[in-house]
């Protein structure tokens, strides 16, 4: 009764939350390890263990990064977060990872990634750009008071092995740019990631060769992919039912353009003020200017590729006051021209 009361509550709040899977394997960790009781971990996140083994389990990012704090506490270890991504254990991996392994390139891998992240943790916005002959992947937390150091290593060394385990073991990175500053365990940033690494930069990224992109999966199998696809599809619209408020934000944007995003018009249409909206978008680990870009990238990618509209047009329809400015976005937001994009995918 008290689980399904947990379940309720997080289905109809607009607390980011992230995918029970991650909060059960640092539990676990900790548990079979003798590094804590199973008493201590569910005060600390305030849920019973057992209930984090449903795979449509949500957990507030809050508690979850209050579950990190008190492994580093109980183990010692400030380099918790890096040395647990470097475990590759393909048994226990989530669906989010076989997806992506089992996706056909590395482009498709990626931009399965990015269109997952939201089931991993809502308070962490991931979007990748093409500039030239390089590719940058950032991790983006708008909520400061959501950003959990251990978390966001994890992420990253997880993400960084895992790749090189599935896809080749001289897999490199250019460099890796980090929003918090250097901490005492610099060093095991440089083992794991062999490459420039510069700390306090203002955003955390990672960023590789472009032409990495067009590099097939050694093992993708597209049988496992299709029917893993109907599973996440499932689950990513209980997450969109949860009508939070950025969700709104995005519906309102969406409706308004032609008309250039407007905070304030934006907040009228929601009868509430422009800092109501922004300390609600807060809380949910949102910012505005991100929704407005997410909506404008997609329109664009979508205007572009069907190919009904010339490219002046798809610019004054997204709210442009012309088609150079446009272009300029479309290529931050892509790595090409939009002539570029709709000639490869049109």
Known sequence: MEKQVQE??????????????SSLALSEHLIHRDEAFTESIEQTLSMDVNALRDPDCRVPVAAHNALWKFAIERTGDQALGLRLGEIVDPDRMGLMSHIIFNSDTVAEALHQYVRLQRLVNEAVHLYHIREDDEVRVVWQVPDPELYCMADMDRTLSAAFTRARHFIHPQLAINYLSLAHEKPDYRAHYERIFQCPIYFGAGETSLAFPAR???KSLPHRNPYVYSALQTHVNRLMRQLRSRRTTADRVRRIISKQLPRTPDVDRVASALNM?????????KKEGESFQHLAENVRRERAIRYVVEGNYGLTEVAFLLGFSELSAFSRAFKRWTGETPGQYRARHG
């Open 8 to 21: 309720d509550a997080l289905q109809t709040s607009d607390t980011p939350t992230v995918s029970a899977s």
């Open 212 to 214: 990495y992109l067009d």
């Open 273 to 281: 003020s422009r800092q109501t909206l922004y300390r609600k978008l």
